[in-house]
């Protein structure tokens, strides 16, 4: 057997992700219709969020918006952690949630973009004595298409950044 180990080259750059729509989501707001919205974190420190569906309910369309996020090699060792919540006025409620590493994205060109679907998750305890005793169970799909934009200039911080002929300011 042989083990074969190949590196490749991971580059700081600038991930579009594109949100199209939310199918078969868990409702959560009893009193009403849900208004879902989509958080992105990368790492402890790193998050964007999308508008707000007013009245989305459990099939939002999230109408093609597109957000850039910055990955450098101070962020992209951690997942990508993507989650629906519902904007309610006294606390956001998190309504189904994935995760997965941009690396795979990273070598890849925005040519390689396509639509994907990525399955939706919450978690129940199942002992409520026991916070590490969960089961995670399906609440729906996310549609979004995710790539690397080219990018021409960059730099560390506080500096604007010219991709695809787009500018984009990073601070």
Known sequence: MILEIVFE????????VTLYEATGLR????????????????GPHYKKRSKTIK?????????EETLLLWVDQENWIHNLKVMV????????KPIGETSFS?????????DDARED??????????DPKDETEK????????IMKVCKRLCLYACRT????????????YV
């Open 117 to 126: 679907s990525y399955d939706l998750f919450y978690y129940v305890l199942i």
């Open 85 to 92: 919540l519902d904007d309610d006025a006294k606390e956001e």
């Open 9 to 16: 080259e991971a580059s700081s750059g600038i991930m579009e």
């Open 158 to 169: 506080d500096c604007i950044i010219i991709c695809n002929n787009v500018i984009c300011m």
């Open 27 to 42: 409702n959560i707001d009893p009193m009403g219709q849900q208004d879902p919205y989509v958080q992105f974190s990368l």
């Open 102 to 110: 941009l690396l795979s994205y990273m070598k890849g060109s925005s």
């Open 55 to 63: 009245k989305g309910g459990i099939n939002p369309y999230f109408e």
């Open 135 to 142: 089961k995670e169970m399906a609440c729906g799909e996310l």
